[in-house]
């Protein structure tokens, strides 16, 4: 089993900065790919942001050129820095991460529990 715990959430005013951090941890021998998803109130949940093992990155449209993320492979943690947020970036932010528990095993797919971002004067 793996524990996907967020944090970094919380009120910030448009134009701001918050950075997103995600811990993995639990039965983890490799983490594959690692990403950021968001869901406003209302809304489907969706896709912001996704890091692969290479390094490669895909973001939302909404979110280019606004938001980084990263990853530190020896801590198992993926981040999200996020710049000049606008009130539509408000909604709660989930980590997902795909990993194995050892060479042999099945590739499962965790998320967190969620951190809420609220973009607002």
């Known amino acids: 089993q793996v524990q996907l715990v967020e944090s970094g959430g919380g009120l910030v005013q448009p134009g701001g900065s918050l950075r997103l951090s995600c811990a993995a941890s639990?039965?983890?021998?490799?983490?594959?790919?690692m990403g950021w998803y968001r869901q406003a109130a209302g809304k489907q949940r969706e896709l912001v942001a996704v890091?692969?093992?290479?390094?490669?990155?895909n973001y939302a449209d909404s979110v280019k050129d606004r938001f980084t993320i990263s990853r530190d492979n020896a801590k198992n943690t993926v981040y999200l820095q996020m710049n000049r947020l606008k009130p539509e970036d408000t909604a709660v932010y989930y980590c997902?991460?795909?990993?194995?528990?050892?060479?042999?095993?099945?590739?499962?797919?965790?998320w967190g529990q969620g951190t809420q971002v609220t973009v607002s004067s």
């Open positions: 997902n991460a795909d990993s194995i528990a050892s060479p042999i095993s099945r590739e499962v797919n965790s």
């Open positions: 639990g039965s983890i021998f490799m983490i594959g790919a």
């Open positions: 890091i692969r093992t290479g390094g490669s990155t």
